[in-house]
């Protein structure tokens, strides 16, 4: 079709992370009608992990516009704009408080976008919370057929309408198949910011990667990290492998390695992780993968979701050798779609969408789960976090919105920021060290 002949779609994403940005915007491509082109809103949720530019440069995800917001803001931008479709990717309070502040702002229009949401991987904790968190948007994704069924139990164990739980998969899968192995042999490890969350742990997984180097010279290992000391991403962390490395003299051909995941697994013949959805990307690509078992396989480390994977081994079967065989049954569960099956995997989101859109009369108001009457002792306090009363109009008191921040501000909320990853990365570890003498 013509490029002059397709129909531009509008498209906005609110993110509060370098993750999600990527998650939120693949998906927005992803869900789009095959023949139309997107005019694509990039909009970042100012806080913690708000990503830096370099952040934003390796997800390698580009957008028509981007720009940095508060939640009011957000909210008084999305009263005035008018967009197809609104793709929410944050954290569940982050979602819960975006809807009530959008029901809000488009109350009594019918004209406003499909409002789409839903989780940047694998699902291993706060399942109920996360998920009513999210209810109320037109669509909650979900990357696997799992995920779809443990979903939709949990909203009609409670209640609520189901009918929004549509199955996906994960929008960043992709690339060629493994074909065989490179020269060097290359051993990935693919670090996670919370995973573990203590110095013990997490030095005892940087010495056995770099035993694993020296005992196989004619390897090249790999330490894959999501982000440079003062950056934050999803999650908080506390203890970088770059400054736990400092005091450690590894091998020539040991290497800690930043950029797309993608364009490291292109030269993988060997992932090994905790939890890290980086496996998923791996199996979907067949490349060997491996969940650790050395600290246990524990929920807290989010290891326990791959039960039954066939991917569960220790460093020491990978020192000797050790290549796990994926369980085709499992993996065809969690939307992995190595089978063939990934270019079909959105059409049943772009078809609810299609219908959303063409719907006689428009939308109706959002309806989320949570109310001040369902939830009083728990919906305020999330949507005061962002600013928001409970009806999800702005508290008083709440940032300007009605102006682009000036110069000065700008500094502020810098300095600000970097007081604040600074608090995390050094005086809290000292603090709880000092609390444990």
Not at 181 to 210: C, G, M
Not at 241 to 255: S, T
Request: hydrophobic share 35%.
């Amino acid at each position: 079709m013509p490029a002059s002949a397709k129909k531009t779609r509008r498209v906005a994403v609110l993110a509060d992370s370098d993750t999600r940005w990527k998650w939120g915007a693949l998906t927005a491509n992803r869900i789009a009608p095959e023949d139309s082109d997107i005019r694509l809103d990039g909009y970042l949720l100012r806080g913690r992990a708000t990503p830096t530019a370099r952040q934003l440069q390796e997800v390698g995800v580009h957008a028509d516009s981007l720009n940095e917001v508060t939640a009011v803001e957000f909210l008084r931008t999305m009263a005035k704009e008018q967009y197809d479709v609104l793709v929410l990717a944050l954290v569940g309070g982050g979602v819960q408080a975006m809807l009530h502040g959008l029901k809000r702002v488009w109350e009594g229009r019918s004209d406003r976008p499909v409002v789409v949401t839903g989780y940047v991987g694998v699902v291993y904790e706060k399942l109920a919370d996360g998920l009513l968190l999210r209810h109320g948007a037109d669509l909650v994704l979900a990357n696997s057929r799992q995920d779809a069924e443990r979903f939709r139990a949990v909203y009609e164990g409670v209640g609520a309408d189901a009918s929004s739980v549509t199955e996906v998969a994960l929008p960043f899968l992709g690339g060629e198949p493994y074909t065989g192995e490179h020269d060097p042999y290359t051993v990935v490890f693919a670090a996670q910011p919370s995973v573990p969350d203590n110095r013990k742990d997490r030095t005892y997984l940087l010495n056995r990667l770099i035993q694993h180097a020296r005992k196989h010279p004619e390897r090249e290992v790999l330490l894959k990290l999501r982000s440079k000391p003062g950056e934050h991403t999803t999650h908080i962390e506390e203890l970088p492998y770059q400054k736990l490395v400092q005091r450690l003299e590894p091998p020539a051909n040991f290497k800690l390695v930043y950029g797309n995941m993608g364009e490291v697994l292109d030269r993988t013949d060997l992932m090994v992780t905790i939890s890290s959805t980086a496996a998923l990307e791996s199996l979907h690509r067949r490349i060997p993968t491996v969940v650790l078992t050395d600290l246990g396989v524990r929920e807290v480390l989010g290891n326990h979701h791959f039960v039954g994977s066939g991917c569960l081994a220790s460093w020491d079967q990978l020192d000797e050798g050790h290549r796990p065989t994926p369980d085709e049954e499992w993996v065809s569960r969690q939307g992995v779609c190595a089978d063939g099956t990934y270019v079909t995997a959105f059409d049943p989101a772009r078809e609810r969408i299609a219908k959303l859109l063409g719907q006689p009369g428009g939308l109706p108001a959002l309806t989320p789960y949570y109310t001040p009457a369902t939830a009083p002792g728990y919906l305020p306090g999330i949507l005061a976090r962002h600013h928001l009363g409970p009806d999800g109009s702005p508290l008083p008191g709440a940032p300007a919105h009605d102006r682009e921040p000036g110069p000065v501000r700008q500094i502020v909320r810098r300095a600000a920021r970097g007081a604040y990853r600074h608090g995390v990365q050094r005086v809290a570890p000292v603090i709880r060290r000092m609390g444990e003498l």
